[in-house]
Antibody, heavy 125, light 113 residues
């Protein structure tokens, strides 16, 4: 059974970069799509983007160019980097696999399953 | 972006009674080429990550109790819990995967009355 675990700093200063890793265990990262979602305290879920094990990625346009994802198949993990963070980026960050559904030439249409436990990142000086 | 709106924001139901949550999208989630609605429901228990219950609007994920059911098509969808159990206390969110960016409803908090 595939399991995911997020890791990274719990506190980041404004204007700095946030970096998170998601380690996949119980299965290979290869040939799947992997995604990041965040949830500000007391608010709903926001999709950040997804990346294929090949490195091809798609991001939420609302986040502009601040987001970069990468994948390391040798270490079976994928990563998120968020530049120039502000307090509005304070949230629980979840990683997940894209499950049931399909992908076309330019986009995927899949549910998120399974999810990691999530990690709280606070942006504050 | 597709906007997903759930109602109500919170709901209190007695044990053994029926709970119903609705989700509306501002454009159709039905893809004519495969006649599928690209709508999923997630359950998020306190302190836990979301867990998918239903996808394609009405397909229960294997292992999900049959008291959970999803209905609807196009822009209007419903999640029903036929007989509320204590372990069903959670936030329930709908999710459209019809188009990128993926979007979610704001969540409905379900409590025991």
């Amino acid at each position: 059974q595939v399991q995911l675990q997020e890791s990274g700093p719990g506190l980041v200063k404004p204007s700095e970069a946030l970096s998170l890793n998601c380690t996949v265990s119980g299965g290979s990262i290869t040939n799947y799509y992997w995604t990041w979602v965040r949830q500000p305290p007391g608010k709903g879920l926001e999709w950040i983007g997804y990346i294929h094990s090949s490195g091809s990625a798609k991001y939420n346009p609302s986040l502009g160019s601040r987001v970069t994802m990468s994948v390391d198949t040798s270490e079976n993990h994928f990563s998120l980097k968020f530049n120039s963070v502000t307090p509005a980026d304070t949230a629980v960050y979840f990683c997940a696999r894209l499950g049931e559904g399909h992908c076309g030439p330019t986009s995927c249409h899949k549910v998120l399953d399974p999810w990691g436990q999530g990690t709280l990142v606070t942006v504050s000086s | 972006d597709i906007v997903m709106t759930q109602s109500p924001d919170s709901l209190a139901v007695s044990l053994g009674e029926r709970a119903t949550i609705t989700c509306k999208s501002n454009q159709s989630l039905l893809l004519p080429s495969d006649n599928r609605n690209y709508l999923a429901w997630y359950q998020q228990r306190p302190g836990q990550p979301p867990k998918v219950l239903i996808y394609w609007a009405s397909t229960r994920k294997p292992g999900v109790p049959d008291r959970f059911s999803g209905t609807g098509s196009g822009t209007d969808f419903t999640l029903s819990i036929s007989s509320l159990q204590a372990e069903d206390v959670a936030v329930y969110s709908c999710h459209q995967y019809y188009s990128n960016p993926f979007t979610f409803g704001q969540g409905t908090k379900l409590e025991i009355k």
